[in-house]
């Protein structure tokens, strides 16, 4: 039997169309971006050349772009270290991060006695103790990895934490009336309520480690973006300063738009994203 | 006042208790429960010395203005708030006794769905957990249930899709999913519009011909407590306590008539000066 | 009476145009204020700027900030800076050019524990060498090149922490030789040098240096200016508990035992059998070939830079 329309007319049409419409709007979002985009490109180009301006204060983008091409395999290396130790470091502390909400949520003592370390942590600057990693955690990927670890682990743990605890009363009393377990509680009301938290955590994070990673380069490191940009510092090269940090910037990016699809699948149901 | 209204009404703590002869019978049965919130200058109480029968597959509804404690009253009963003092039997038995064999049917003010369940799943939720059922069973049930509230052909929309009357008829099916005896409602109308609202009243009444259960009926709203119920409880606040018990003279009216007739809006009359004089 | 006052007159007219024309000059060291940069301090703390008729403001240098490429661009008049940081910089197009080198020798090079047992370059074979990309590594690589020792033959490791060498975590480490063993020794423990310096690397740690547009446009300003460093440098190292007393106080986030151990390593580096003969930062073209070259050979410079654009003899005073 049909629902009489005049007072049961649903919000909005079938799963489908939404998220076909959704897709359409996100192109004609990137079209004023990428305008902006090229127009800064040809603006910046102009005006180094026509204010003569010297290439070791700021290169011409078609110069960059050309030492990006000639010097790519070289880049490519050093940006696979980079992003090899980024990824990993993102794993390892968003990993924590989950583990540690999902205790506290068990556990208060356990959050009582563990949370005032993650501020201790997250109040750490990074640069000061980059070097400190490498004295105790030997050369190459592993202080990388602690320091883009360290950075992604405070809003992640903190973001979770609040998705966990973000069921309404009244579903948590439903699940209670019920005589849901714990178990079932996190499966099938926590896990799902957290996930828009942690993603949004996510995002931020991954851009984070990136740059954690480069920072740890800085001192200890004989491959990778960050030693690409002190070696440019000694030369002096700015070409290669900003083609550098273009290339991360780049790579950035793309790990951000992977994490933003795999929302994308977890997030399946109406309303359920943050966007950004 | 007129007689048999008079009659009919029954006030202070014996108000709800039903005959001797009944009490063996009775669904729910509370006696002298009190519950207080709070500490020192800030404590509040809730509840005092609540006294209330309910029979079995009776229609009741609890009204009074806020802070009288209904919902409170409520959740004590489902177990959701252990009560403090008192005597609570369901069944006959303790309510922690009670759930171990069977569940309540609880539907809340709002809908309460986990909008990353469609309708079905949410439905089904229960059975998931109370692991009733096979898939194939499950299924069926979700199905029916679904027809019961005539939303078929809306089970896999999300609850962001439906309107609120929709989602307050998946929340009443979801509740019904394990076919429990009792069904406690905390004021499930109170966000609806007046039409889907009646609407809602005749599908509840509707399920509630076809297949009897205790109905525990939280409303502020007399008309309709006065439609659905068979008996009214009164509660009055500071202290939360039971005002008055009326037995409904004309429970489910659906002639228009017998609606507009003296007697039902004696009733009526005599049920706002109730909660006015609290 | 009126011939004494028109007599005072007149050399009020021509001394105050004199005092208001002092030029205003701004000096960018290499990095954060030091005894290395004693003489500097000392010629502006004694006036020897102001009687040149300069107003100089000595600007620090730090982490982060690139010294060479401000005063390449205008935004400070004189920079200090070693010769490998003007060649880099000149590559880059930079408009640069030495006018005097204040430290004759480069100090950096390899820092080992006394009990190692390593004395010289050959040693470092089979050793863990701990280093960063930077003058000390390319001056270090020319030392062990020149010895015939083959890099491939230490372990490297990439770091700049001194702890690791106090702690044994590494043999022995790149860098700069009169500051960073003094910590070393505060801990305890005795340190060997290995200098490149001492082993016929010849380049200059420190040159003055600004744009040829700039020299260009006022040469007396440099000449007076090279001439009031030099004065500083003198008075500096003849006056060393003034000169740490003063440097400290300028920036007291200084240790001044540290600073005084260091000014007293610094002389062998200002002070040579060259400056003797020719006078304190004095400037000789075959050093900065040399550097050249090293950079070409050992930190991969690739240049059609001609030395000789590179410097210029003309503004360190007649002897």
Same mark, same amino acid.
């Given at each position: ?39 800064? $490109? ?97 050369? $190459? ?136 | ?19 001797? #002869? ?88 709002? #809908? ?15 059975? #998931? ?11 069926? @049930? ?82 309709? #407590? ?25 429970? @489910? ?26 | ?149 083959? %890099? ?54 420190? %040159? ?19 001439? !009031? ?59 900065? !070939? ?30």
């Amino acid at each position: 039997m049909k629902p009489d329309i005049a007072s049961d007319t649903p919000v909005a049409g079938p799963f489908g169309s939404r998220l076909r419409s959704r897709m359409l709007h996100k192109l004609v979002d990137l079209g004023p971006a990428l305008l902006l985009f090229v127009a800064v $490109g040809v603006i910046w180009e102009w005006s180094v050349r026509f204010f003569s301006v010297p290439q070791f204060l700021l290169p011409a983008p078609s110069v960059i772009v050309e030492r990006m091409i000639r010097m790519q395999d070289m880049l490519l290396q050093n940006l696979q270290s980079t992003m090899t130790a980024a990824i990993l470091g993102y794993l390892l502390g968003t990993g924590v991060a989950i583990s540690l909400a999902i205790l506290f949520l068990y556990s208060r003592t356990a959050e009582r006695a563990l949370f005032p370390w993650a501020i201790t942590i997250k109040t750490i600057p990074i640069l000061a103790i980059a070097p400190l990693l490498t004295i105790w955690l030997g050369f $190459g990927m592993a202080p990388k990895i602690a320091i883009a670890a360290l950075i992604c682990f405070f809003p992640t743990l903190v973001n979770t934490v609040r998705g966990l605890r973000s069921v309404d009363r009244q579903s948590m009393e439903f699940l209670q009336v019920v005589g849901a377990s714990p178990a079932q509680t996190f499966l099938h009301a926590r896990l799902f309520a957290a996930l828009p938290y942690t993603f949004a955590a996510a995002k931020i994070s991954a851009s984070a480690a990136v740059i954690g990673a480069i920072v740890a380069e800085f001192t200890g490191a004989n491959v990778g973006i960050g030693t690409l940009i002190v070696s440019a510092g000694y030369q002096m090269d700015a070409t290669m300063l900003f083609a550098a940090i273009i290339t991360s910037s780049l790579a950035t990016i793309a790990l951000f738009y992977s994490i933003v699809l795999l929302e994308r699948l977890c997030l399946f149901w109406p309303e359920a994203r943050m966007d950004i | 006042m007129n007689a048999s209204i008079a009659s009919a009404t029954k006030t202070g703590t014996q108000a709800g208790n039903l005959s001797d #002869a009944q009490t063996g019978a009775a669904a729910i049965r509370i006696r002298d429960v009190s519950m207080n919130f709070g500490t020192g200058a800030a404590r509040v109480q809730a509840l005092q010395n609540i006294g209330l029968d309910v029979g079995r597959n009776e229609f009741v509804s609890i009204v009074g203005r806020s802070g009288c404690g209904k919902s409170t009253l409520l959740r004590i009963i489902s177990g959701l708030i252990p009560n403090e003092s008192g005597e609570i039997r369901v069944m006959g038995h303790e309510i922690d006794a009670y759930q171990r064999h069977r569940r309540f049917g609880f539907v809340f003010q709002d #809908a309460s769905l986990f909008p990353w369940k469609t309708a079905a799943q949410n439905i089904a939720l229960p059975l #998931a957990i109370l692991g009733q059922g096979n898939r194939a069973a499950r299924a069926a @049930r979700v199905e029916a249930l679904l027809r019961l509230v005539q939303l078929d052909g809306f089970g896999n929309h999300y609850p962001a899709q439906l309107s609120g009357g929709m989602r307050q008829r998946v929340s009443i099916a979801r509740a019904l999913a394990y076919e429990p005896e009792i069904l406690l409602m905390d004021e499930p109308f109170g966000a609806l519009d007046e039409f889907t609202r009646r609407e809602m009243h005749d599908q509840l009444i509707g399920i509630w011909r076809n297949k009897p259960m205790t109905v525990v009926f939280v409303t502020h709203s007399l008309s309709e #407590a006065l439609y659905l119920s068979d008996r009214i409880v009164v509660m009055a606040p500071r202290p939360g306590r039971v005002r008055a018990v009326v037995d409904v003279v004309h429970p @489910r009216a659906s002639d228009r008539a017998v609606r507009q007739s003296p007697e039902y809006l004696a009733q009526l009359n005599e049920l706002e000066a109730l909660l006015d004089e609290a | 009476m009126t011939r004494t006052l028109a007599f005072v007159l007149a050399t009020t007219a021509t001394l105050t145009p004199l005092a208001a024309a002092a030029t205003d000059v701004s000096l960018r060291l290499p990095w954060i204020l030091n005894v290395q940069a004693a003489g500097y301090v000392m010629a502006l703390e004694k006036g020897f700027y102001k009687e040149a008729g300069l107003t100089v403001e000595i600007m620090p240098g730090g982490p982060g900030m690139n010294a060479t490429a401000l005063v390449a661009s205008g935004a400070n008049t004189f920079g200090t800076n070693d010769v490998n940081g003007i060649i880099m910089g000149a590559n880059q197009g930079m408009d640069l050019i030495m006018v005097a080198a204040c430290f004759q020798r480069h100090p950096a090079g390899v820092i080992t524990l006394a009990d190692s047992g390593i004395r010289e370059p050959a040693d470092l074979v089979g050793k863990t060498l701990a280093y960063t990309e930077g003058g000390p590594w390319t001056l270090t690589q020319a030392m062990l090149s020149r010895a015939g020792v083959n %890099v491939a033959d230490i372990n490297l490791v990439v770091s700049p922490s001194t702890e690791l060498l106090i702690n044994g975590n590494v043999d022995a480490k790149t860098g700069f030789t009169v500051n960073e063993p003094i910590a070393v020794e505060l801990a305890g423990k005795p340190t060997h040098l290995i200098v490149p310096a001492d082993w016929g690397i010849q380049t200059y740690a420190e %040159v003055i240096y600004t744009t040829r547009s700039f020299l260009d446009a006022n040469p007396e300003v440099v000449r007076n200016f090279v001439a !009031a460093s030099i004065r500083g440098y003198e008075y500096a190292y003849e006056n060393p508990e003034e000169t740490v007393a003063t440097v400290t106080r300028v920036n007291n986030q200084l240790d001044p035992v540290q600073q005084t151990e260091q000014l007293r390593r610094q002389v062998d580096y200002i002070f040579t059998a060259d400056t003797e003969a020719s006078g304190v930062c004095t400037l000789d073209p075959a050093v900065i !070939a040399d550097t050249m070259d090293i950079l070409k050979e050992f930190a991969g410079l690739e240049t059609t830079l001609d030395v000789a654009d590179l410097y210029s003899l003309d503004f360190l005073p007649a002897n």
